[in-house]
């Protein structure tokens, strides 16, 4: 179970999620410190650590804009878990691609504050006592998941290929 | 049942007879490109061989370009140990279509890879830039992906588990108004669309405003089809596609890639071209559209014009030929970036350059850097800028505080000269 500590509209762009300035900064290790630097209070809660493994909610086309990778790596870094009612194309390859899960809900109902525990294909609001089906993912894109993201996918390949 | 063009291209680079939308594919890559962020990309690549016991080498260094053009030249050492990391990575793997931050080969990435023909109708292009769209231009598939996707690409040569997309088609026809340009055209689309109109979807372009159409033109459409959402924004290949890449001194035969008669398209949008004005996106999301004549008159702090978007020789020649003679207002700044070297050596030799140092505005070095607030021409809290640039969420400019909005050359060299918003004069300058 996870506290929504967020929640944003529609069309929250890569630059909000992780600004143009900081792009220099690449490493996975090191993108999490400006995980949405121009929300000075989610910034500041997941720096500090208090907001770490929590909920985003959002509306629709989240992670529309810019296909730089950082913004899948910084939310990684907190363990945050991202429920929209759907994302922008690359955010979303992107994001499976490192083996971050985002949640696609359409009819998510939840506010600020509630604690919600994804099980079984549906969202569930324990606050509320409401659940919400899950659009699952393709099975292509899923089997990058199971696979534990892109890169041992990619390896995987790379070996049998080798093999013949 | 007939083909899209993404279809034909997709099936081909499969080959296969024929594939649908939602087929989950691994097509061939044609062109694969990055910019800095390649040193990302480095990393995942050496990721990926991380315990294969194999040395890690692209799998074929033709189909890779790399170009410097977010943040040139380097605005700091981390920028500068980024792009030395690439060099090196470059010479070790003898990638040959590398641009570094030089006259006589640079520029913005998108618009090196088309004026040095690195694309041609029928290719699958992936790139490291959501804007790799505008090669949708050429008749090509052209679609952005992150760094680790193309580490994969670099590994093997393929873009894993693509998923088909739909089609949607837009037809335009009539005739673009004197004042209305193609960024005006793509500007409406995707007020009418939405931002997410588009999403997982290609948008191909008819009609015969699109025939008529320039590559210059064709390039905006496609560049911005991204800002609906969508995966790719392809030009049907025709005389005008092969008289561009001849002049890039392309000379082989070209395969056109064409739309059977009865493919089948999720969505027609049909656009009466004789109806269209000048249009500005307000801030601060791309499909917030508007009539220029709706949009509340203030005062400008920064115009820009530049990008992939809108940095060509003929924005160019509109901006001069509207200011030629004249002052950028007072209490306003106005910045030029070219979008490549190829380009500012033309305006300098039409006299274009001239015409915009006399009359006040500052003219960069080709490059990204300002359009996303990475290196630049970054705003003041509470400023307002005007830029032919393709996006204006909260902070692109590098200021949450500030606002953008996005016009054509014609509207920002016209308002360059006001201080504030104004339209264009219609049939002349």
């Given at each position: 179970m996870a506290k929504v500590v967020y929640k944003f509209g529609d069309d929250i762009s890569t630059d909000a999620i992780y600004p143009g300035r900081y792009m220099a900064t690449v490493l996975p290790t090191e993108t999490p410190q400006f995980c949405f630097a121009d929300y000075a209070e989610l910034n500041k809660n997941l720096n500090s650590g208090e907001w770490k493994n929590s909920v985003l909610i959002a509306d629709n086309n989240f992670g529309c804009g810019s296909s730089r990778e950082q913004a899948a790596s910084t939310i990684l870094g907190h363990g945050l878990i991202v429920i929209a009612k759907n994302f922008a194309r690359i955010f979303l390859q992107n994001s499976i691609n490192l083996g971050l899960n985002l949640i696609t809900c359409p009819d998510?109902?939840?506010?600020?504050?509630?604690?919600?525990?994804?099980?079984?294909?549906k969202v569930v609001n324990k606050t509320t006592g409401k659940s919400f089906n899950i659009v699952p993912l393709p099975e292509a894109r899923r089997a990058i998941v199971e696979a534990g993201g892109l890169i041992p996918y990619t390896r995987k390949k790379l070996i049998d290929k080798n093999k013949k | 049942m007939g083909m899209t063009i993404v279809e034909k291209i997709l099936a081909r680079a499969t080959n296969q007879k024929s594939v649908k939308a939602f087929d989950v594919l691994e097509p061939a890559v044609d062109v694969a490109m990055s910019h800095e962020n390649a040193a990302l990309v480095?990393?995942?690549?050496?990721?990926?061989?991380?315990?294969?016991?194999?040395?890690?080498?692209?799998?074929?260094?033709?189909?890779?370009?790399?170009?410097?053009d977010h943040r040139v030249p380097a605005?700091?050492?981390?920028?500068?140990?980024?792009?030395?990391?690439?060099?090196?990575?470059?010479?070790?793997?003898?990638?040959?279509?590398?641009?570094?931050?030089?006259?006589?080969?640079?520029?913005?990435?998108?618009?090196?890879?088309?004026?040095?023909?690195?694309?041609?109708?029928?290719?699958?292009?992936?790139?490291?830039?959501?804007?790799?769209?505008?090669?949708?231009?050429?008749g090509a598939f052209a679609f952005g992906i992150g760094a680790t996707e193309m580490a994969s690409v670099w590994t093997l040569g393929n873009v894993l588990n693509v998923e088909v997309p739909e089609?949607?088609?837009?037809?335009?026809?009539?005739?673009?108004?004197?004042?209305?340009?193609?960024?005006?055209?793509?500007?409406?689309?995707?007020?009418?669309?939405?931002?997410?109109?588009?999403?997982?979807?290609?948008?191909?372009?008819?009609?015969?405003?699109?025939?008529?159409?320039?590559?210059?033109?064709?390039?905006?459409?496609?560049?911005?089809?991204?800002?609906?959402?969508?995966?790719?924004?392809?030009?049907?290949?025709?005389?005008?596609?092969?008289?561009?890449?001849?002049?890039?001194?392309?000379?082989?035969?070209?395969?056109?890639?064409?739309?059977?008669?009865?493919?089948?398209?999720?969505?027609?949008?049909?656009?009466?071209?004789?109806?269209?004005?000048?249009?500005?996106?307000?801030?601060h999301t791309v499909d917030n559209v508007k009539s220029i004549n709706e949009v509340e008159k203030k005062h400008i702090d920064q115009i820009v014009i530049g990008s992939c978007t809108n940095g060509r020789i003929d924005d160019l020649e509109i901006a001069a030929k509207i200011m030629k003679g004249k002052k950028v207002a007072v209490g306003t700044r106005m910045l030029i970036f070219p979008a490549s070297w190829n380009i500012y050596k033309d305006a300098m030799k039409k006299g274009y350059l001239e015409i915009f140092a006399d009359s006040g505005a500052v003219i960069m070095n080709p490059g990204c850097g300002c359009c996303l607030g990475v290196h630049q021409g970054a705003l003041g809290d509470g400023e307002v800028a005007l830029s032919t640039t393709n996006r204006n969420f909260k902070g692109r400019m590098g200021n949450p505080k500030a606002e953008v909005y996005l016009c054509s050359p014609a509207v920002a060299a016209t308002s360059a000269l006001k201080g504030e918003l104004t339209e264009p004069a219609i049939g002349g300058f």
């Open positions: 998510l109902d939840a506010k600020v504050g509630d604690d919600v525990v994804v099980e079984n294909n | 480095i990393n995942q690549f050496n990721e990926v061989y991380q315990g294969t016991g194999l040395e890690p080498k692209v799998w074929n260094p033709d189909n890779i370009a790399i170009i410097f605005e700091s050492s981390k920028t500068a140990t980024n792009q030395k990391k690439i060099r090196d990575f470059v010479r070790f793997n003898k990638i040959r279509k590398f641009h570094d931050i030089r006259s006589d080969e640079g520029g913005i990435c998108h618009q090196i890879l088309a004026e040095y023909g690195y694309i041609k109708p029928g290719y699958v292009v992936v790139g490291t830039d959501s804007h790799t769209t505008t090669h949708g231009a050429f089609t949607i088609k837009i037809v335009v026809n009539g005739k673009l108004p004197a004042n209305v340009y193609p960024k005006d055209l793509i500007l409406y689309i995707i007020g009418k669309i939405s931002a997410q109109g588009a999403n997982f979807k290609v948008l191909e372009f008819h009609g015969e405003v699109i025939s008529n159409m320039s590559m210059s033109g064709r390039l905006v459409l496609s560049n911005m089809a991204v800002e609906a959402g969508a995966t790719a924004g392809i030009v049907p290949a025709d005389v005008e596609t092969e008289r561009y890449l001849k002049a890039a001194g392309i000379t082989e035969k070209l395969n056109f890639v064409l739309p059977d008669s009865d493919a089948k398209y999720c969505q027609v949008v049909e656009i009466n071209a004789n109806e269209l004005t000048p249009m500005i996106a307000c801030p």
